[in-house]
């Protein structure tokens, strides 16, 4: 059972842990939030999608998904125009430096691109289920539920932790500029994300 924790360990925080599309927004809107608790939309939506990811992979299911090879194009173009987009909104936005106005990213805004970096990525799906979801299959029983429950744990507590620094951050830099650079680089991580998803097909 311990080996199974630590094992479940490895490799969610292997996973979670390169900059990517949603580990940088995560930290954004932890930084540019007037409060830390108004990025916790972000934080819970990114965390629970990740829990259905691992769920379903640990479970097999989604595994089916990529046996329909029109499934598998169809979500890589959703995948592609969304990154595109929001990649273009995120390099033009600029950070709010007075903390009495509200951010442009709301609650609403925050679930659903928060949702859609995570469901509709699928080099994160795959990683899941590849990495994931087959690593699950070396145990049954109770090894394989605190497996699953530990790769659930490390993603609440990394993208909780993720906000909190962010939310640091963003005290620290009153101008905006560096929180401006992240948003320069999460818009090119999201375009090179979108390119590469571009040359898989």
């Given amino acids: ?40 939309p972000v934080v819970l939506t990114a965390a629970l999608c990740d829990t259905l990811l691992i769920s379903l992979a640990v479970l097999g299911i989604s595994a089916v998904v990529f046996e329909i090879s029109f499934l598998k194009v169809m979500l890589c173009l959703i995948g592609i125009v969304f990154l595109v987009y929001m990649g273009y909104i995120t ?16 609650a609403g805004k925050q679930i659903t691109f928060a949702a859609s970096v995570s469901l509709l990525n699928p080099h994160a799906i795959m990683d899941t289920i590849g990495v994931i979801g087959t690593s699950s299959l070396t145990y049954t029983g109770l090894d394989k539920a605190v497996f699953t429950i530990v790769c659930i744990l490390v993603s609440w507590i990394w993208f909780l932790g993720l906000s909190i620094i962010g939310r640091v951050v963003g005290k620290l830099d009153q101008t905006g500029q560096f929180i401006s650079r992240i948003n320069k680089i999460s818009a090119v991580i999201m375009w090179g994300t979108a390119v590469y998803l571009a040359f898989t097909l």
């Fill in 91 to 106: 390099w033009k936005s600029k950070p709010n430096t007075d903390k009495m106005k509200v951010q442009s990213f709301t």
């Fill in 1 to 40: 059972m311990i080996s199974a924790a630590i094992h479940g360990f490895i490799l969610a925080f292997g996973l979670i842990l390169p900059l990517g599309v949603q580990n940088v927004f995560v930290f954004n809107q932890g930084a540019v939030q007037a409060k830390w608790v108004r990025a916790l």
